[in-house]
């Protein structure tokens, strides 16, 4: 039985920047992924899927703190912002600013290639299977190696970064600080192909080289959107994510059997531009399905003797999905917590708490209020959602929304004399309790606990408001 300092289990982005990071703090690392080294950062059978896009101020956040630099072919383009588009194509905000459209697989080996440099010992082919739990403390980890053989390595922390379906989160004991599951009504079902194409004319609204482009509405992606975002050449990637009660719902107003799959392939026909598609299936990864949370952040990331990191603690952007930047973000604050912890000989919770507080100052702190908008947003239809984009809000206060930052609406609440339509205005009053809602949330963020014993009181806070939001907007995309 070996025993290191840290295990950190998975080897996508937060695993790979978490051994890095703790690697780099002296502690004796070791990674976990049920990959091989040659398609490492491989989500399921399916591929790396993902949209691969994500904001340089990520990026740069990565080269600040590890010193690691990112160029081709990792970073397969760049990006000038991100586009959203209102349902009738008629309006669009631009969100995010600059960034990169990663090409995935070569961006997940770089980043392993690191941890292993900077000293983080990397074991592939490994099943984790669940956690030592020894009086109430994670202290290591069971799975079975690449000869399948039953094993348990101890160590003194523990990272959890398996992702969304993590075998360590689920398989803690009952607990007050980190939930084993998540609600169905805050996840998205996604999937998305890499293609290569031909373009048939040229229209921004449908692909745009420079930019990446979102696509609200809620008959061809009830409850979510559709992308497409474009890859160096003539490639794209391309998909699209539903929320299971809405494509529900609108399967059945509509008359229709339509499934996540069904729905990829009316999105890529709607497209007007991209013609004679082909699956580009480099590194068999040209066809995937997975899915996402749009929920703030899991209330604590920590356990006794562990800590989570990425999508294992739902922290992909409750808005936009994105979850590399704050995947990215937690797994260089994990893996320095863990390092911090092993070196100070303290790993208690009161130690560790740290990283919770660390990670909301840095992101954490405005999921909340995001989530409550995502709510409101799931409870507009098209026509709703093409009169607000119109009426409602100026592009600036579309993009604080976005970043969980509240907005004035001085300039929409003069609209409310002239807004036509009982639907309309009562959509807007929504807006507004929903602004409120949201910097109530912002609020409770601000003042997170300082330590353990003060959780409790406080996560009933943040309940007790997201109850409310929830019970008030109710999917409705038809
Ligand atoms: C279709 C889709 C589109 C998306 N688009 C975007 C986007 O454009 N921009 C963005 O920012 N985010 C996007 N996301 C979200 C983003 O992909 C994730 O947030 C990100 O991958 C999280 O990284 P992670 O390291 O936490 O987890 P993962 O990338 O899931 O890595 C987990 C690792 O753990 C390994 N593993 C899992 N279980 C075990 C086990 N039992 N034993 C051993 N190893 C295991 C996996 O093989 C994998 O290597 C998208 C997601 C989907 C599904």
Same mark, same amino acid.
């Given at each position: ?26 502690? @004796? ?8 080294? @040659? ?29 690691? $630099? ?27 600013? *600059?960034? +990169?459209?990663?090409? &995935?697989?070569?961006? #997940? @080996?770089?980043?392993?290639? $690191? ?61 007050? +600080? ?71 719902? &609108? ?10 799959? $069904? ?25 995937? +399905? ?67 507080? &660390? ?6 702190? @405005?999921? #909340? ?38 907005? %004035? ?23 507004? +309790? ?19 014993? *003060? ?8 309940? #007790? %408001?997201?109850?409310?939001?929830? %019970? ?7």
């Amino acid at each position: 039985m070996d025993n290191y300092d840290v295990i950190v289990a998975g080897a996508g982005i937060a695993g790979s920047l978490a051994a890095t990071a703790a690697a780099k703090g002296g502690a @004796k690392v070791l990674l976990l992924d049920r990959n091989d080294y @040659k398609e490492v950062g491989k989500k399921t059978n399916w591929g790396w899927v993902c949209g691969d896009a994500v904001a340089k101020n990520h990026t740069d956040f990565i080269t600040k703190e590890l010193g690691i $630099t990112f160029d081709y072919p990792e970073l397969d383009l760049k990006v000038d912002g991100v586009y959203a588009f209102s349902p009738d194509l008629e309006h669009k905000f631009m969100f995010e600013g *600059e960034g +990169y459209v990663l090409n &995935r697989p070569r961006f #997940a @080996k770089k980043l392993v290639d $690191t941890a292993v440099k900077s000293g983080a010992i990397y074991e592939s082919k490994f099943e984790v299977e669940g956690p030592i739990i020894d009086d109430n403390k994670v202290v290591g980890i069971f799975g079975r190696n690449e000869k399948k053989e039953q094993v348990r390595i101890n160590a003194k922390m523990v990272v959890d970064a398996l992702g969304v379906a993590s075998m360590l989160r689920r398989k803690l004991p009952q607990n007050n +600080y980190i939930e084993r599951d998540v609600s169905t009504d805050d996840i998205e079902s996604t999937g998305r192909y890499i293609m290569s194409f031909e373009s048939k004319g040229e229209d921004l609204t449908y692909y745009d080289p420079k930019n990446a482009l979102i696509h609200l509405n809620q008959i061809l992606a009830p409850g979510g959107y559709g992308w497409v975002f474009p890859k160096k050449g003539n490639i794209v990637n391309i998909g699209l994510g539903v929320e299971k009660k809405s494509l529900e719902i &609108r399967n059945s107003k509509l008359n229709k059997k339509d499934t996540l799959h $069904t729905l990829i392939d009316e999105y890529i026909r709607w497209n007007k531009v991209i013609e004679q598609k082909e699956l580009d299936n480099t590194d068999n990864n040209g066809k995937g +399905y997975w899915s996402v949370t749009v929920r703030r952040q899991f209330d604590s990331l920590v356990y006794p003797g562990y800590l989570g990191a990425g999508d294992s603690m739902a922290m992909p952007n409750p808005i936009s999905a994105g979850g590399i930047g704050p995947a990215m973000t937690a797994g260089v604050l994990a893996g320095q917590t863990a390092a911090e912890a092993v070196a100070e000989n303290n790993t208690s919770l009161e130690f560790v708490w740290k990283y919770n507080r &660390r990670f909301n100052e840095l992101y954490g702190n @405005k999921t #909340a209020a995001m989530e409550a908008f995502r709510v409101y947003l799931q409870s507009m239809n098209n026509d709703l959602l093409n009169y607000g984009m119109a009426h409602f809000i100026t592009e600036s206060e579309a993009v604080d929304i976005s970043y969980g930052r509240i907005p %004035e609406l001085t300039l929409a609440s003069t609209f409310t004399k002239i807004l036509h339509g009982i639907a309309n205005i009562n959509a807007f009053r929504g807006l507004v +309790y929903t602004v409120s809602k949201m910097k109530r949330l912002n609020e409770i963020y601000k003042n997170y606990p300082q330590t353990p014993g *003060e959780f409790s009181n406080w996560k009933g806070l943040v309940k #007790a %408001e997201m109850a409310e939001v929830k %019970e008030k907007f109710k999917p409705n995309p038809v």
